[in-house]
């Protein structure tokens, strides 16, 4: 078994897209639309889903936001170095909404970033996790 991908529902696909492949640099695998369904689904990733988990967008035409729930909590990133990455998230108009540092019990250093629909993503520096 392997994970295949993981799903969030955005109330504007167009602008998601964006920010997912010009900010934080996946790039559009696929895109379908299901009309009889009103929705469409879109597929992001850093590499081939064949061998890549990826992130599922899927917009429902009728609806424009949703709720957070509080059980979700984030999709997390791997970085090699999160302080120049959060400064290119920044330029590209990404909102960093925990600037890099150790995480709370730990050492290993974390930041986050927040999507329009206001998921977190949560990026975390490699090397420092090696070493936690």
Same mark, same amino acid.
């Given at each position: 078994?392997?994970? #295949?991908? =993981?799903?969030?529902?955005?109330?504007?696909?167009?602008?998601?897209?964006?920010?997912?492949?010009?900010?934080? %640099?996946?790039?559009?695998?696929?895109?379908?639309?299901?009309?009889? %369904?009103?929705?469409?689904?879109?597929?992001? +990733?850093?590499?081939?889903?064949?061998?890549?988990?990826? #992130?599922? #967008?899927?917009?429902?035409?009728? =609806?424009?936001?949703?709720?957070?729930?509080?059980?979700?909590?984030?999709?997390?990133?791997?970085?090699?170095?999160?302080?120049? =990455?959060? &400064?290119?998230?920044?330029?590209?108009? +990404?909102?960093?909404?925990?600037?890099?540092?150790?995480?709370?019990?730990?050492? =290993?250093?974390?930041?986050?970033?927040?999507?329009?629909? %206001?998921?977190?993503?949560? #990026?975390?520096?490699?090397?420092?996790?090696?070493? &936690?």
């Amino acid at each position: 078994m392997r994970m #295949l991908h =993981t799903m969030l529902r955005v109330g504007d696909l167009d602008r998601s897209i964006a920010f997912y492949t010009d900010v934080l %640099g996946m790039k559009l695998l696929r895109r379908k639309e299901y009309p009889s %369904g009103r929705f469409t689904l879109a597929f992001l +990733g850093y590499g081939p889903e064949s061998e890549q988990t990826v #992130l599922e #967008l899927t917009h429902n035409w009728d =609806t424009s936001s949703y709720e957070l729930g509080d059980a979700y909590g984030h999709i997390a990133l791997g970085v090699e170095d999160i302080r120049s =990455t959060c &400064a290119a998230i920044s330029g590209k108009g +990404g909102r960093v909404v925990r600037e890099p540092g150790p995480m709370k019990h730990g050492s =290993t250093v974390i930041a986050f970033v927040e999507d329009p629909d %206001g998921y977190k993503v949560e #990026l975390i520096e490699m090397s420092s996790r090696a070493a &936690a």
